[in-house]
């Protein structure tokens, strides 16, 4: 076994292909939906609990720049993640399979989210 193989330690200089980044955000953002419906199910609870509860959540929704900010980020993960996932379908249908259409449909899954996430930051604000 060759021990002295080149080895590129410095993260600034590793180019990864946009197919890459694409499945590396999938992931993440199942991870941030993971935990932000923590967050959610507690808001559910509170709201379930009392008119009170209820009349506290909305306000803190309304009010709130960290929960809206969490609701920002959790629905603009579920919108990444769902259009990702579609891609992903597609793929097991055996389109999108190639270096060039996989490319493109990665370009278009990136795009597509930026938009929704712009429609969901302007929903919520």
Do not use: C
Request: zero cysteines.
């Amino acid at each position: 076994m060759n021990k002295k193989r080149p080895v590129n330690l410095d993260i600034a200089t590793i180019s990864m292909p946009v197919t890459a980044i694409v499945s590396i955000l999938h992931r993440v953002t199942g991870i941030i939906l993971f935990i932000g419906l923590a967050f959610l199910f507690y808001a559910f609870d509170v709201s379930l609990d009392s008119q009170e509860g209820f009349d506290k959540v909305v306000n803190t929704l309304q009010t709130s720049f960290l929960a809206k900010f969490i609701i920002w980020g959790t629905v603009s993960a579920l919108m990444y993640h769902l259009v990702a996932g579609v891609k992903h379908l597609f793929m097991d249908l055996g389109y999108f399979e190639e270096l060039e259409s996989g490319q493109a449909a990665a370009k278009a899954n990136l795009v597509i989210a930026a938009i929704l996430v712009l429609l969901v930051g302007v929903w919520i604000w």
